[in-house]
């Protein structure tokens, strides 16, 4: 069965930092673009973050540039977000998703969903 996990979600106050993983099974990673989408309550879902398959070139939105980054472990079929300096708005529940190496911030290009993890950004 091929799937997505997402972890690493949860509470922190502002200015913290949490760390989300992307473990893929039943396939491997390494010929897949990686995204990173987060959809917070009444919002439509966007893009976050996305790490190219084909020259592991990484993209980041406009909102989390600097503050975000993403990386793969190839062997451990993994892709992270490491998310520092978090502000209330970054709060979403963010979900990795696979795609072709065209993939980008379009949530149709992906042909792989996790189930989310929720991150709360909060005094």
């Known amino acids: 069965q091929l799937q997505l996990v997402e972890s690493g979600g949860g509470l922190v106050q502002p200015g913290g930092s949490l760390k989300l993983s992307c473990a893929a099974s039943?396939?491997?990673?390494?010929?897949?673009?990686i995204g990173w989408f987060r959809q917070a309550p009444g919002k439509e879902r966007e893009g976050v973050s996305y790490?190219?398959?084909?020259?592991?070139?990484?993209n980041y939105a406009t909102s989390v540039k600097g503050r975000f980054t993403i990386s793969r472990d190839n062997a451990k079929s993994t892709v992270y977000l490491q998310m520092n300096s978090l502000k209330p708005e970054d709060t979403a529940v963010y979900y990795c998703?696979?795609?072709?190496?065209?993939?980008?911030?379009?949530?149709?290009?992906?042909?792989?969903w996790g189930q989310g993890t929720q991150v709360t950004v909060s005094s």
């Open positions: 998703a696979a795609g072709p190496y065209y993939s980008d911030y379009v949530p149709d290009s992906y042909r792989y």
């Open positions: 039943g396939f491997t990673l390494d010929y897949y673009t």
């Open positions: 790490i190219s398959s084909s020259s592991g070139g990484t």
